[in-house]
């Protein structure tokens, strides 16, 4: 299972990477932009094989001046097309914005099954009012994905990373699931 973890720059995907792993295998800091190549890592769980792809982070297309990052969001580009799933990472910190429904957006235009990981969740005291919040925004801006899955994560912490890695298997086990013909026509006449 090939699985991108894509988002705007320093929202925590290679530190999420790192926790899932359960060692420090990719470069984190503050300071954002340290990742500049997709790096594939095999990984296993539960008897099922993984792939996790670190991805650059990405910007706006007009704060893109520098032919590196330029580079960089291309190479994440190829890891979305190439993944089963897609998680799109987001900094609990910061609101919702436009980038990070473009970049949603992207992965839902490439056939990609989506699933949102609310990252830093150990640094956000209003909880319930929060998840309620971004539950809210997806479902109006992001009308397609009618049952994303948006899980709270913690890298400090070590939370909802058991509950990530089953949901992944479980939207990667319905996105392959087969619906026979005959299924489908009596699914039609039904409507």
């Known amino acids: 299972i090939k699985i991108s973890f894509i988002g705007k720059p320093n929202s925590g995907k290679s530190s999420l990477i790192n926790t899932i792993l359960g060692h420090k295998r990719l470069?984190?800091?503050?300071?954002?932009?340290?990742?500049?190549?997709?790096?594939?890592?095999?990984?296993?769980?539960?008897?099922?094989?993984?792939?996790?792809?670190?991805?650059?982070?990405?910007?706006?297309?007009?704060?893109?001046?520098?032919?590196?990052?330029?580079?960089?969001?291309?190479?994440?580009?190829?890891?979305?097309?190439?993944?089963?799933?897609?998680?799109?990472?987001?900094?609990?910190?910061?609101?919702?914005?436009?980038?990070?429904?473009?970049?949603?957006?992207?992965?839902?235009?490439?056939?990609?099954?989506?699933?949102?990981?609310?990252?830093?969740?150990?640094?956000?005291?209003?909880?319930?009012?929060l998840k309620r919040y971004f539950s809210e925004k997806i479902k109006i801006s992001l009308s397609q994905l009618n049952d994303v899955k948006i899980l709270p994560t913690s890298c400090f912490k070590i939370y909802g990373i058991d509950k990530l890695l089953e949901d992944i298997i479980n939207v990667y086990d319905n996105s392959h699931n087969r619906i026979s013909t005959s299924d489908l026509n009596k699914w039609f006449k039904f409507l």
């Open 27 to 129: 470069v984190t800091g503050s300071k954002a932009g340290l990742t500049r190549d997709s790096i594939q890592i095999p990984f296993s769980y539960k008897n099922k094989s993984f792939s996790l792809i670190d991805t650059a982070g990405m910007r706006k297309k007009a704060k893109v001046n520098d032919f590196v990052e330029k580079q960089s969001v291309s190479k994440s580009m190829l890891a979305i097309r190439m993944s089963d799933i897609v998680i799109l990472v987001l900094d609990a910190t910061n609101k919702l914005n436009k980038q990070d429904l473009i970049l949603a957006k992207r992965a839902i235009d490439y056939g990609k099954s989506i699933v949102i990981s609310l990252n830093k969740w150990d640094l956000i005291e209003d909880k319930i009012n």
